[in-house]
């Protein structure tokens, strides 16, 4: 009996301990780019990637409590439904939009995940519509295209130009 509950247990727990470990090597690939492209310093940098270590300490102890008091594998298979819903949304083409105040104007790094795309530009009201518009890079993280744009105000419209 013990072995088969061992049988069960350690391929959840190597599952998800690769998943936690992918986690902090894709931050700990994108970080210098985040970092160069949103103008932080090594401390903020270091906080940045430390801050995702916090849900480790918070979240251990009630998800231990409720791994022991309810069953284990309904309580994985519920993070993992968790998970799944909190990722699908970046799974398509969609932007995002970070802001940064710098004296002066407003730094938004705009980030569009199109994995199909072989070049992005993006158009908007901060360039006077022209085109081709401001050219966005592809990241090391597949399929991820970020540009920071200096904005005088945060009131900007802007579309994405894809090939």
């Given at each position: 009996m013990t072995q088969q509950r061992w049988l069960r247990i350690i391929p959840v727990a190597f599952i998800m301990y690769t998943i936690a470990f992918v986690d902090r090597t894709n931050i700990s690939l994108a970080l210098p780019d985040i970092a160069r492209d949103l103008h932080m310093n090594p401390e903020q940098s270091g906080?940045?990637?430390?801050?995702?270590?916090w849900g480790y300490i918070v979240l251990q102890i009630p998800g231990g409590y409720l791994a022991e008091h309810w069953s284990a594998k309904r309580f994985v298979a519920v993070l993992l439904v968790v998970w799944w819903m909190s990722a699908r949304p970046v799974a398509g083409p969609s932007v995002r939009v970070a802001a940064s105040v710098i004296p002066?104007?407003?730094?938004?790094?705009?980030?569009?995940?199109?994995?199909?795309?072989?070049?992005?530009?993006?158009?908007?009201?901060?360039?006077?519509?022209?085109?081709?518009?401001?050219?966005?890079r592809r990241s090391t993280v597949p399929g991820l295209w970020p540009v920071p744009v200096p904005l005088p105000d945060l009131k900007a419209q802007f579309a994405t130009i894809r090939d």
């Open positions: 906080n940045a990637a430390g801050i995702f270590f002066d104007t407003v730094l938004v790094r705009f980030e569009l995940s199109a994995p199909d795309a072989h070049e992005v530009s993006l158009a908007g009201s901060f360039n006077r519509w022209e085109a081709p518009g401001i050219p966005l």
